[in-house]
């Protein structure tokens, strides 16, 4: 039997029930114009976690369908009541909008990657169920200026079989490929869902949200580049690195709204997604990171379905691109080998630039009143499912606080000091921030806007430079270079006019990681600007924090060792001796590196024990040893240092976690030497009396009992 057949049969069937009027008077109605604002031929697929439901539209412009869920069969009016409501959508849901306005073409969605697209006279909903379980749907019809047409239509406008839905991780469907150049984009399209499920977070406010992106194919098993373009721009047409065999996967960042796009981070719960909304600035609730859930569920999705390196994923971006790529790498460590990053903005909760026209100083700068109507005032600072505030999720500076236990992928960043849109001011404590936690990264400034200008560091904008990492390799964070250049006080005329932090050294790509040693070798670099070359000091000073350690294992409370070698010489420039501070991170401050390379190692060392320097070939350097007769210690006792050589000398009792509990003893140091050491007054426990005496040090675990 033909469903229209079937579709009217059952009509009439339902019709009769309630009304009794003859059946031939019934059919004759449901061919009147009456009924045409109703929708026909819906039908419903399950794929992939997802349930793709079509209909025939009832076809008048503006148009709202309503979509209904139920664990029962929908017959009668009646039973609506007691079905759930998912929500609603417009007309016109065949059309890809976002597609067909960028390109000037109109473009209809396919619900399979392998099926055609959608013809103008369908409508579309895609519900992600949270539970497996067998379902009904109806999807009813309400023209502009009238009342929902409420009446079901068995077979026609109501589902007369079940769906049977299993929670699974959706996949975007593949809609079509374009061609630009030699280029050929790949587009997909993932519909997002209003309610999270065990595999799929809440990606929209509404239901069935679709948002395109891109893939452009590379060689097996390459790298994969997360292109994230600018504010008003979109997925097409956007380049990657340059990188020979890179994929790339260009995501869309795009609100139908007045605000046009999320900044890459989400909106408030109660945000209108109507096209031209001029959205109320929130002062209650709670504002949700939408796109970031979305941008980093695509890039999984990309990473588990396409043969690409996954140890070599990178995001890029420029303006809010930047922004972009430096959030995903900040919520995402694990995922990301490096971002690079040209002109972002690293805290929308800086909202006083010292430049009077900057376009997110408040009280009235026209960025920061697009932003307040997503998020609320930065004065309200609304919280976030995180348990963190919104102003404090984009604020990248107090994001490397939460994360200088874990440290975050290396960052490369260039920024205008006389950038009036996404402000200079703001990079100063973010720079701190990166410092203090000893995360590492590459910051170069200079006197350009964000449209262009005095960009010296032009040469230096090789995106291809973050192929030095990997997410299964370490590296070492670099903080407080005696070569840092200085960016001021927030003032584009204060510091150096061009500058950079980090920017001479970097280090050779492959590291030694393993269970007994952890090395690299530092060396410095010229830098190239659109004017010439900046010469690298012959030597620099640099603090060395190990990250995204593999293999080497730090642990709490642990003697390491530290060896600083020249590798022009040969010669040994500093041995110290850490333990992980409270975070379990070790940093090895001030390691000298020259122009002919330094190598750094860090070893595990146990407590009176120099096997792993003798095995390190280190054995003829002479380190401070120390005695501690009463150990464990009750009460009070001594502890004798044999200093190396003349000196300096330091000795202080550290907690486990390298605090300094109390400063034993500081003056010239030579021969062997006697210091009192009393436990009185310490809490019962494990420290470590320690002994420097210039780059040498020496430490011996000691208990104190109560």
């Not at 023209?143 to 996949?171: K, Y």
């Not at 107090?398 to 440290?407: M, V």
């Not at 003798?614 to 007769?629: F, I, M, Q, T």
Request: glycine content about 10%.
């Amino acid at each position: 039997m033909r469903r229209d057949a079937r579709s009217a049969g059952l009509a009439v069937t339902s019709l009769l029930s309630r009304t009794g009027l003859p059946a031939a008077i019934l059919m004759l109605l449901a061919a009147t114009p009456a009924w045409a604002t109703q929708v026909r031929d819906l039908a419903a697929t399950h794929r992939d976690g997802q349930t793709f439901l079509t209909w025939t539209s009832a076809g008048a412009p503006g148009t709202i369908y309503r979509v209904y869920q139920s664990v029962f069969p929908m017959l009668t009016e009646e039973d609506l009541a007691s079905a759930a409501l998912l929500g609603a959508v417009g007309d016109s849901t065949w059309c890809d909008r976002r597609l067909s306005s960028i390109l000037g073409t109109t473009y209809g969605y396919a619900v399979d990657s392998l099926g055609p697209a959608l013809a103008p006279t369908q409508g579309l909903c895609v519900v992600t169920p949270d539970a497996d379980n067998v379902r009904y749907y109806a999807v009813t019809a309400q023209r502009a200026g009238r009342v929902e047409e409420r009446e079901i239509l068995p077979g026609a406008n109501a589902l007369s079989d079940p769906v049977t839905e299993v929670v699974a991780p959706p996949r975007p469907v593949f809609q079509r490929t374009l061609a630009f150049g030699p280029m050929r984009l790949e587009v997909y399209t993932l519909w997002a869902s209003d309610t999270p499920t065990p595999s799929f977070p809440a990606m929209a406010n509404r239901l069935g949200c679709a948002y395109d992106c891109g893939v452009v194919r590379g060689a097996t098993h390459g790298s994969l580049m997360v292109r994230m373009h600018g504010r008003g721009w979109n997925f097409i047409a956007l380049t990657g690195s340059g990188q020979p065999g890179e994929w790339l996967l260009t995501l869309d960042d795009y609100l139908p709204t007045a605000q046009v796009n999320s900044f890459w981070f989400g909106y408030h719960e109660n945000y209108q997604l109507e096209p031209g909304a001029l959205n109320p600035v929130p002062a209650s609730g709670q504002v949700e990171d939408y796109t970031v859930r979305r941008a980093l569920y695509t890039v999984e999705w990309a990473r588990r379905n396409f043969p690409v390196d996954t140890t070599a994923v990178y995001a890029m971006g420029t303006s809010m691109g930047g922004i972009g790529a430096v959030m995903l790498a900040m919520r995402a460590p694990r995922m990301f080998a490096a971002a690079w990053a040209l002109l972002p903005k690293f805290d929308f909760s800086f909202t006083s630039d010292p430049n009077p026209d900057n376009l997110f100083n408040a009280p009235s700068g026209p960025l920061l009143l697009e932003v307040e109507r997503m998020w609320g005032t930065v004065d309200a600072n609304l919280p976030t499912p995180e348990g963190i505030r919104t102003y404090e999720s984009l604020n990248a500076g107090f994001l490397a606080g939460l994360r200088e236990a874990d440290g975050v992928p290396p960052i490369i960043a260039f920024n205008g000091k006389n950038d009036g849109v996404v402000g200079w001011a703001e990079k100063i404590p973010f720079y701190a921030a990166m410092q203090d936690r000893r995360l590492g990264g590459y910051f170069f400034f200079d006197q350009r806007g964000h449209a262009g200008g005095s960009a010296a560091w032009r040469p230096m904008e090789d995106p291809r430079y973050v192929y030095r990492f990997r997410t299964n390799g370490s590296f070492p964070a670099l903080s407080r270079c005696s070569a840092d250049h200085d960016p001021g006080n927030g003032l584009a005329s204060s510091g150096d006019s061009v500058g950079a932090i980090n920017g001479f050294v970097e280090w050779d790509p492959v590291l030694t990681d393993n269970m007994s040693i952890w090395l690299t070798n530092l060396r410095l670099r010229d830098l190239r600007t659109a004017w010439g070359v900046i010469p690298a000091p012959s030597s620099v000073t640099v603090d060395v924090t190990p990250r995204r350690l593999q293999e080497f294992e730090i642990r709490p409370g642990t003697l390491y060792v530290f060896v600083v070698r020249q590798l022009s010489s040969g010669s040994i420039s500093k041995i110290a001796l850490v333990t992980p501070d409270a975070k379990n991170v070790v940093t090895l401050p001030g390691v000298l590196v020259t122009r002919g390379g330094t190598e750094v190692r860090l070893l595990r060392m146990a407590s009176r024990s120099k096997g792993l320097l003798e095995n390190a070939g280190l054995a003829e350097v002479a380190l401070p040893r120390l005695s501690v007769p009463r150990n464990p210690l009750r009460g009070s006792g001594t502890v004798t240092v044999t200093w190396p050589g003349r000196g300096e000398g330091w000795v202080d009792l550290l907690g486990v976690a390298g605090r300094l509990e109390r400063r034993l003893w500081r003056g010239d140091a030579s021969g062997a030497m006697e210091f009192p050491l009393d436990g009185a007054g310490l809490p019962a426990g494990v420290y470590f009396i320690s002994a420097r005496q210039g780059g040498l040090a020496a430490s011996e675990r000691v208990v104190i009992l109560p």
